[in-house]
């Protein structure tokens, strides 16, 4: 079984500071793990994955995430924000390598102010 | 090389009236993955198919839901009788081969039932 705790609904920071969205994970399994970003009304655009190679995974647009076994987790991270980064972030995951389905947290909605 | 590609974008119909939902896969995948997502909430699984074959309904509500995958043409999202729960946005996700990385997911479907 494997599951995703996405542990804040709504973030807010103001442009130019620091991002952080929390996710833990669980799973029986070596997972793999992704973060999706979704616009109002749009589809699901994916930022990064970790799928058993480097720990810190680099993405688009500026984020990242680092793995770390020891404590489940796979935040997300980025330095500076920008407005259009207001959206729904979903933290995901699957088993690596099988025909596993995905797993998606609650979401986390970055509010972002001037 | 044109993404996943899923028609109607959106969709109204009346209570008790079918849906037929289409995802075209990006061209070499093989394997695609139905989500729901109701207002306000994550994607929640709903079924893995390969061509011809139903690989994990697990998520499919027991009536009036229904997918395929024929050996030619898309893949669809069958919802009978429909009642104002179903209203969601439905996506569909493809891949070359199962699980891992190589997920791509379309703009989803936006049913509304009346």
């Known amino acids: 079984a494997q599951s995703v705790t996405q542990l804040d609904s709504h973030v807010s920071v103001s442009e130019g500071t620091p991002v952080l969205l929390r996710c833990n994970y669980s799973?029986?399994?070596?997972?793999?793990l992704f973060w999706y970003v979704q616009h109002p009304n749009k589809g699901l655009q994916l930022l990064l994955k970790?799928?058993?190679?480097?720990?810190l995974v680099k993405g688009i647009n500026g984020f990242e995430a680092e793995f770390k076994k020891s404590e489940t987790s796979f935040h997300l991270t980025k330095p500076s924000a920008h407005m259009s980064d207001a959206a729904e972030y979903f933290c995901?995951?699957?088993?690596?390598?099988?025909?596993?389905?995905?797993?998606f947290g609650t979401g986390t909605r970055l509010q972002v102010t001037l | 090389n044109a993404g996943v590609m899923q028609n109607p974008r959106h969709l109204v119909r009346r209570r008790g009236q079918e849906a037929r939902l289409r995802c075209s896969p990006m061209?070499?995948?093989?394997?695609v993955y139905w989500y729901r997502q109701l207002p306000e909430e994550g994607l929640k699984f709903m079924v893995y198919?390969?061509?011809?074959?139903?690989?994990?309904e697990s998520g499919m509500p027991k009536e009036r839901f229904s997918a395929e995958f024929p050996k030619e043409g898309p893949s669809i999202l069958r919802i009978q009788q429909v009642v104002r729960g179903d209203s969601a946005a439905y996506f569909c996700?493809?891949?070359?081969?199962?699980?891992?990385?190589?997920?791509?997911f379309g703009s989803g479907t936006r049913l509304t039932v009346v």
């Open positions: 198919l390969q061509k011809e074959n139903i690989i994990d």
């Open positions: 799973s029986s399994y070596s997972p793999s």
């Open positions: 995901v995951v699957t088993v690596t390598g099988t025909a596993s389905k995905l797993t």
């Open positions: 061209k070499g995948h093989s394997h």
């Open positions: 970790y799928t058993s190679a480097a720990t």
């Open positions: 996700a493809s891949s070359p081969g199962p699980g891992g990385s190589g997920y791509t």
